[in-house]
């Protein structure tokens, strides 16, 4: 596990490298990932729209900054993401900005497409859900992992499968109002507990 974690390491994107190739891949038509068509482009051009709007907006409440500026020793914040991606577009503002606020921690992101092995590591029963965040420490041991999605939201989307078998688009639209109202908070609430939780681990 560990050699395939250090070799994505080495194929990582800061922040806004990843924000300027999505961008730069759309001025070409194109799409981050192995597959192409009209609808990825689409759904990414919507995102890059959505991150830009994110990126300005996004606000980190004074407890949530707290509680990470507590992370005392490095850690390295790997998440697994593509452009085309609904749920990456509305957390990763929100996890850069958490990152942020402590020096301690480094944001990193990798293409999913790009690094199947690491993808194959964290699956989310058994499927390949992005966002995927993974904390490591400074010899890369795995600290915890989030995603792809806010607690809340998942139990929204198991709560929906369980009665309705599937999402559907009306289910998606539901899901965006939501993330909309909630601005973050659900995704700075985890942050805090896998933070605390780290912390408890030390002691």
């Not at 192409?36 to 996004?58: E, P």
């Not at 859900?129 to 010899?139: C, H, Q, V, Y």
């Not at 539901?174 to 002691?203: H, I, M, P, R, T």
Request: net charge neutral; aromatic share 6%; with cysteine.
């Amino acid at each position: 596990m560990k050699k395939i974690i250090e070799k994505s390491l080495e194929n990582t994107y800061q922040y806004q490298e990843y924000r300027d190739l999505v961008s730069n891949l759309l001025a070409e038509g194109k799409a981050t990932g192995n597959e192409q068509s009209d609808a990825l482009t689409n759904y990414s051009l919507l995102n890059d729209k959505r991150m830009k709007r994110l990126d300005k907006t996004i606000k980190i409440s004074e407890e949530t900054v707290t509680q990470i500026k507590k992370v005392n020793e490095p850690q390295t914040w790997l998440v697994i993401t593509e452009g085309w991606c609904g749920d990456a577009a509305q957390n990763l503002p929100v996890i850069n900005k958490i990152a942020e606020t402590n020096n301690n921690i480094h944001l990193k992101l990798v293409l999913r497409d790009d690094n199947e092995d690491l993808m194959n590591l964290f699956l989310t029963n058994g499927g390949k859900s992005i966002p995927k965040l993974i904390a490591l420490d400074t010899d890369n041991n795995v600290i915890d992992t989030w995603g792809p999605r806010p607690t809340v939201a998942t139990k929204m989307v198991a709560d929906y499968k369980a009665k309705h078998g599937a999402l559907d688009a009306n289910f998606k639209q539901d899901l965006q109002v939501w993330y909309n109202k909630n601005k973050g908070q659900s995704v700075q609430d985890d942050f805090v507990e896998l933070v605390k939780k780290a912390a408890l681990k030390e002691a």
